[in-house]
C-alpha cells in the first residue's frame, strides 16, 4: 500500500514551521486551522461553504457522534465522509475532553469512563477500545487515543495519576487500531471482488486512518516531559496532540509550557487541541504547533463576534447601523464581499438566521486565512516580524 | 427612457399562461414562485443559495423593513437590491397584509391605519402615501398599492367597506407614485453628471419602480368583479394582483373564484398573492395566473417538511434515520445532491441550523422547479395532461 500519512517539513523561521501533510482523503498545509463539526457539520455551515472558506481538514466529535446518530447509523451510510458531504481529510477526537468536560454524572476507572448520555441521560461506557472501534467505523483520516483530561490548575498528584491513565490507555488504544488494521486487511482480501461498492468504500476509508496520542501532563513541565518520552518510547507515530491545555489555566502558562516542550518535540505535526483565538493560534505557531482546532469562530460568529485584522467586532452595536463598509475589508468571503456592516447588524437585530451563518462564514475563513499568512511568512523566514506587525494591528501592540 | 416594464405572453394552454416579464433588475419567465425575504432575507437563505434555486424575483415586507431597520437606514446602505445583496428583481408589498393580520392593536379609518409595531410595541400610521413613499424609498421593481384584507369568511357588507376603501387607497398610490416618479425625474436631470455613483445608482432603482393594483372584495364574486372593472378603469397598468384568497376560506372556494374571474382579467401578468403550496400553485396557473409567493416552503423546511414529487415528506421521521437515498431524487439542488435522508433527519434531531437551510434551500428549488415544469408544459400546449400526471404522483389521485 503506498503511504498515506506522510509530513514533510518545507520551512522554519525560529521555532515557526511550514509544512505539508498528507492524509488519504488530500493533502493539508500546514499551520493549519481545523473548522469543528461537532455532530458531523460545522454549525450554519455547509461542506460548499467550508471549501469556499479553504477548510482542509475538518474536526468531528466521537462522543457527539456515538450518542447521536450512533456510529452504526453513521456507517450505514457510508462512514463519515459521505455522512456529512465532506470530501477532504477529517479528524475525529476520542470522546475523551467531552466525558471528562460535560456536565452530568461519570464515574472513571482504569477501564474507561461510565457516563451519563446528554441527549437521553442514559448512562454509557467509553474505554480505550470501543472509542478506538468508534473511530474506525467513522472512518476519518485521523483518529486520536482516549485521554483522561483533568482542569487546567490540577495539583500534580491528579495531573500524574491522569498521565498515568492516559499511557495506559494509550496502548490499548494502540493495540485495538493495530487489530482493526490487521482484520480489516484481511477482510479486504476476501472483499477484493465484492459487487457492493458502498461496502468498498466505507472499507478503503477505514483501512487508511491513523491513530495520534495526546499528551497531557497539566500545567506540570516535568509531567509533561516524561509522558512527551514515553509516547515516543510506545511507538513511531505519524502526529501528536497536545491536550489539557487552554482548558482555564492562565494564557501565559500556556505559552511557557508550547515554549518549553517545543526543543523536545519530534519533527512530526503537532496539534495543539481546543486551541484558539486568533491571538492563540499566532503564539503557538511562534512555538512550534502545525494544526489547531476550536469552536471559537463559529461559536463566536453565532454571537455576532467576528474576527479582524483589527481585532474582534461585535456587530449588534449601533455604531454599524449605517455602516455601509465590509465587515473585514482585507477579507475574501462571501459574507465580506456581498454584505454591509449595516446589513449584518439588521440580520442580528432581527435575529435572522442568515446572519448566524454569515458571520460564522467569515470568522472560520479568518483563521483560514491567518494560518496561511503564517505558512507564507514562515516560507520566506520572517514570521517574527510578521507576528509583530500582526499584533501592533490586532492587538492595537507590539507584544502579546 | 426604455421600457423598462414589458409582458410577453408567449403561450397559453387553456387559461394557463407562459410569459416573459422584463424588469429594470432582469427578466422573469413566467408561471414564477417568489421566496418571500420578509426581513430582507429570505429565512436561512443566502442570496447566492436562491440564484442557485433559480429564484428570479424575490419578494420583501414593507411593513417589517419599516419597522426595522427602518426605509431610511435601507436607503443609507444602497436600496433594498444592493442592502440585501440580491441583483435580480424585487417586488415589495404593501404593509396592508400585515397590518390587517398582525396581534395587537389596530385602528382603520379612510385615511389609513395606525397599528403597533410588533417589534416595540410604538403606535405608527400608515397611509396609501406613506406605504408608496416607503416602497419607493426601498427601490424594488415592482411595488404594490395599499389594501384592507377582510378573513376569509368575510360578509359582503364587510368586504364592500373593503373593497371602497381598498379603491380610495389605490387612487391615493397611484397619485403619490406618480408625484414621486416626477420629482425623480427632475431630480435626475440635476444629477446627471453627479460624481456620486452611490446616489445616482440608487435613484435609477428607484426611478423605474412600477406599481401594481391589488384586488379585493372578499369571496364575493360581484364584489370582485366590480372591483376589477373600477381598477382598470383607473389606468393602465402593468400587473395586477389578486389579494384576499388564502386567508381562510376553503381552498374550493379560492379555486372557484379564480375560475370565474379569470375571462375577465385582462392579458397583464396575475399575481396571486400569498399562495401556496404545489398543489395550490398548479390549480391557479390552470386558472391564469402568473405569479405567487409564500412562505410555505422556508417555513415548512425549518419544521422538517419538505416537498417531493410523491407528495410532502417529514425528515424527522423514523423511516428516514437509515435512508441513504436523496430528499427528493429528482431534484438538483444541494441538498438533494449531497445529502441522504438519514443525515438530514440527523441535523434535525440534533437541533443543527444546517437542516433548516437543507430543506428550505430544496423547498423554494422544488417551487421553482414546478413553476419552471408548468411552463414547459404550457408551452407545448399540454398542460391538462402534465397537471393530471403530476396530482396523480403528488395527491396520489388523478383530480383535486
Known amino acids: 500500500m503506498t503511504p498515506m500519512f506522510e509530513f514533510t517539513l518545507e520551512a522554519t523561521s525560529g521555532p515557526a514551521r511550514a509544512g505539508i501533510l498528507t492524509l488519504p482523503h488530500g493533502t493539508v498545509e500546514t499551520p493549519v486551522f481545523m473548522p469543528v463539526g461537532t455532530q458531523g457539520t460545522v454549525r450554519a455551515l455547509s461542506p460548499a461553504d467550508l471549501r469556499a472558506a479553504g477548510a482542509t481538514l475538518v474536526l468531528a466529535n466521537t462522543y457527539h457522534l456515538h450518542v447521536r446518530p450512533g456510529e452504526q447509523v453513521v456507517e450505514k451510510l ?51 477500545e470501543r472509542t478506538t472501534e468508534i473511530q474506525w467505523t467513522l472512518g476519518a483520516d485521523i483518529a486520536m487515543a482516549f485521554d483522561h483530561v483533568v482542569p487546567g490548575g490540577a495539583d500534580g498528584a491528579t495531573a500524574r495519576d491522569a498521565l498515568e491513565r492516559t499511557m495506559r490507555w494509550l496502548e490499548r488504544c494502540g493495540r485495538r487500531h493495530e487489530e482493526l488494521k490487521a482484520s480489516y486487511d484481511a477482510t479486504s482480501l476476501r472483499h477484493t471482488s465484492a459487487p457492493d461498492d458502498h461496502v468498498q468504500r466505507t472499507a478503503v476509508a477505514s483501512c487508511t486512518q491513523t491513530l495520534w496520542p495526546i499528551l497531557q501532563g497539566g500545567t506540570h513541565l516535568e509531567l509533561r ?21 487552554s482548558v482555564g489555566e492562565p494564557k501565559a502558562v500556556m505559552y511557557d509550557m508550547l515554549e518549553r516542550l517545543e526543543p523536545k518535540l519530534p519533527a512530526i505535526p503537532r496539534y495543539l487541541m481546543g486551541v484558539g483565538f486568533p491571538e492563540d493560534l499566532v ?19 453565532r ?29 475574501d468571503c462571501e459574507t465580506c464581499t456581498t454584505f454591509s456592516r449595516g446589513y449584518l447588524r439588521h440580520l442580528f437585530m432581527a435575529e435572522e438566521l442568515l446572519g448566524l451563518r454569515l458571520l460564522s462564514l467569515h470568522n472560520v475563513r479568518y483563521l483560514i486565512r491567518l494560518a496561511g499568512e503564517m505558512r507564507a511568512a514562515i516560507r520566506r523566514s520572517a514570521f517574527g516580524p510578521w507576528a509583530a506587525e500582526w499584533r501592533r494591528r490586532y492587538l492595537h501592540s507590539g507584544s502579546a
Open 225 to 245: 516531559t516524561e509522558g512527551l518520552r514515553r509516547i515516543l518510547e510506545l511507538g513511531t507515530w505519524t502526529g501528536l496532540a497536545i491536550g489539557g491545555l
Open 303 to 331: 454571537n455576532g463576534s467576528a474576527f479582524t485584522p483589527d481585532g474582534p467586532v461585535n456587530i449588534r452595536n449601533a455604531e454599524h447601523r449605517e455602516d455601509p463598509r465590509p465587515l473585514d475589508a482585507t477579507c
Open 283 to 301: 503564539a503557538a505557531v511562534e512555538r512550534g504547533v502545525d494544526l489547531f482546532d476550536c469552536v471559537a469562530p463559529t461559536r463566536n460568529g
Open 78 to 128: 457510508g462512514a463519515l465522509h459521505r455522512f456529512m458531504g465532506w470530501d477532504r481529510p477529517l479528524l475525529t477526537d476520542s470522546g475523551g475532553f467531552q466525558v471528562f468536560s460535560l456536565e452530568g454524572f461519570r464515574r472513571v476507572d482504569d477501564d474507561g469512563v461510565e457516563f451519563q448520555s446528554h441527549v437521553d441521560g442514559g448512562r454509557r461506557t467509553l474505554t480505550p
